[in-house]
């Protein structure tokens, strides 16, 4: 009888652990209708991020409301529509892809990069993530399928404008996921620069845990990690580090010294374990994500020297 009681009351508790751990990953990873988005508060919180530098952000908004976009689309591996825009320019001599972040949009995250990016001569391609924007998918996967699709895009933008080298860019998951395709990219991919990426979705939600409170999160994430597996196809433990360690496309790494969401540790992990030809910003007083505004001057040259060389400069990875 004492058996019987404690063999159901593991159970039990099994269950209940493996209910938390669904609905956790629900919260992390399930795309919401906007109308029910538990993120759409957050998102709304952090649109004054760029009220420290309005200069930057008018000339942002005034280049998105003048220009003129190109839908575009391709399909997944997976059997997805993913959705893209594009900004063409007449003079181009190079093509940016870029990778937005966990639940935002290219609009968003490249609002101060993108007249600069265009001024240089680049034509730009935004793009909607899996799961965000008008792209399809059921579970955002922190970088890890997006990666595949990230290098579907590199590979549409070649075909399409055959001749042109192209920057992959991406900045916080946006970040994770260009490290994550750079292996993989086609050789029209010349160089990537990645801004506060993280070295895995693991470390990263771990991270996270650990700011909401002294909570165990190992055997929080492991059952998080089990539905991630079942449900979405992909695993936490994904790592850009192994991914890096057969990168051979060059990399400009950026993160700022107080960013509280990805621990600037993780850049120099990155940096360390990039097999190929990189380049470390590393901007103090910036806080996630806005290491490109905090030294505008700084970004720009480091930019520039990424593409001078590695673009059009005829330089070899």
Not at 229 to 243: H, I, M, Q, V
Not at 248 to 272: C, I, K, M, Q, S
Request: with cysteine; aromatic share 12%.
């Amino acid at each position: 009888m004492v058996f019987r009681f404690i063999l159901w009351a593991a159970v039990a508790l099994v269950a209940l652990y493996l209910i938390l751990c669904f609905f956790l990953f629900r919260l992390a990873c399930r795309r919401f209708p906007e109308n029910h988005n538990p993120f759409r508060r957050y998102n709304e919180d952090t649109k004054h991020l760029m009220d420290s530098y309005p200069d930057l952000a008018a000339e942002g908004a005034e280049f998105y409301r003048s220009a003129t976009f190109q839908d575009v689309e391709i399909t997944s591996f997976d059997g997805l529509r993913l959705h893209g825009r594009v900004i063409e320019n007449p003079d181009a001599r190079g093509v940016v892809v870029a990778c937005h972040g966990y639940r935002s949009n290219s609009t968003r995250d490249f609002l101060g990069g993108c007249p600069f990016y265009y001024d240089s001569g680049f034509t730009l391609l935004l793009i909607d993530q899996r799961a965000c924007g008008e792209s399809q998918g059921k579970y955002v996967t922190f970088g890890v399928r997006e990666s595949r699709d990230a290098v579907d895009w590199c590979q549409f933008a070649a075909e399409k404008y055959p001749g042109l080298p192209i920057l992959l860019a991406g900045t916080s998951m946006g970040a994770t996921t260009v490290l994550m395709a750079s292996p993989s990219v086609p050789p029209q991919v010349k160089a990537i620069a990645a801004d506060c990426g993280f070295v895995s979705p693991w470390e990263m939600l771990s991270a996270v845990v650990h700011s909401a409170g002294k909570f165990p999160a190992g055997p929080i994430l492991a059952g998080v990690n089990l539905w991630a597996n079942l449900l979405a196809g992909f695993d936490l433990r994904t790592s850009t580090k192994e991914a890096l360690a057969k990168n051979t496309t060059p990399v400009l790494f950026a993160h700022g010294e107080a960013d509280a969401v990805v621990p600037p540790e993780d850049v120099r992990e990155n940096y360390n374990a990039c097999k190929a030809p990189a380049v470390l910003l590393s901007v103090p007083n910036a806080g996630h994500g806005m290491s490109y505004c905090e030294d505008l001057e700084g970004y720009q040259t480091a930019l520039k020297n990424l593409w001078d060389t590695y673009l059009f400069g005829g330089a070899e990875a």
